[in-house]
């Protein structure tokens, strides 16, 4: 005979699974993106236009500083042709500082904003990205800087 779980037990397992997944508080004005629909290192939220916000998780390897992975992160993504709008900035998480980026972007006649952020442990990075046409990216560029801030790396 086979056993049936109850919907409310099932129910409270997905909930408590969703609280252990859960990367960063939500960004004003997004949606959550359900857990079961993302990698259990990985969360994701989107706006109503479309703008898609990821956290991840890495291992640290080789283990390294905040300043190493920000350095790297930035000489990638110029070498790849994104034009940095800013230096970086660093925000404090708690325990850990991270370090955000913005990248200009041309995509056909308009013209995008790439976040880019990570906040570095001693064993695992947290990476952030987000992405939209210029206007929108704007109208949640608040809500992205204070989520950033809520990063927890497990």
Known sequence: MKKIVPPLVLAAAVVALASCLTLVEKPEG?????PWQTAATEYRAVSPEGMM???RTLKNYPVQTLEFWSEALQNH???EGYRGISDGQAFQTGENSGMMFEWALPYGNQSYIYLT????SEKRIAVAEAAA?????RRHR???RESLASITIP
């Not at 997004?30 to 359900?34: D, I, P, Q, R």
């Not at 952020?117 to 570095?120: D, K, R, S, T, Y």
């Not at 046409?133 to 990216?137: G, K, N, V």
């Open 53 to 55: 916000y990821r956290v």
């Open 77 to 79: 993504l110029e070498k």
């Open 142 to 144: 608040e809500a992205l």
């Open 117 to 120: 952020a990570i906040v570095v």
């Open 30 to 34: 997004f949606a959550e993106v359900l």
């Open 133 to 137: 046409e210029h206007t929108i990216y």
